[in-house]
């Protein structure tokens, strides 16, 4: 009999002793206690997270793939102003070439032409050299010519 009655205390006190250490044992690691219940809990959250994560990384992957079709667009449309850029400064040295040959010619021809006028107004001044030297000549001849026959006429 006293089998069968520790058998009956000790059914009722490992229940009532198991339930104890449940209650006692959270408090004593109440941060640990629960780790791996909070560990799957948090691992459903995040789990519950991932499609509006998956989402946003779509979204942020689509806004790149746009600034980066928009940077290609540019980088083309910058590439043909270069171009066209390129042409314009092309033509315009072609241009500034011809100029400078112009420019040459030019300097050429007023040079010949300086040198023609010059040359004329040499001609010019030995010209009227020889016509006052001449008309001096013309002077001094009716005057000597006149002062001799004063003088023819004097001794007469």
């Known amino acids: 009999m006293t089998t ?20 006692l044992l959270p408090i004593g690691r109440q941060a640990y206690a629960w ?3 909070d560990n799957f809990f948090n691992g459903l959250e995040m789990f519950g997270n991932l499609p509006s994560e998956v989402n946003q990384l779509q979204e942020s992957y689509k806004s790149t793939v746009n600034e980066l079709n928009d940077a290609k667009a540019d980088i083309q449309n910058y590439r043909e102003e270069m171009e066209t850029y390129k042409d314009q400064i092309t033509q315009l040295n072609d241009q500034n070439t011809r100029l400078d040959e112009q420019n040459q010619q030019l300097q050429a021809t007023v040079a010949a032409l300086n040198t023609a006028q010059q ?12 016509i006052f030297v001449l008309i001096g000549l013309f002077v001094g001849y009716f005057l000597l010519i006149r002062v001799l026959r004063l003088g023819l006429r004097g001794r007469r």
């Open 4 to 23: 069968h009655r520790f058998l009956r205390i000790l059914r009722r006190s490992v229940p009532a002793a198991l339930l104890l250490g449940a209650l």
């Open 35 to 37: 780790e791996p219940i």
């Open 119 to 130: 040359e004329r107004e040499r001609s010019a001044r030995t010209m009227k050299i020889i």
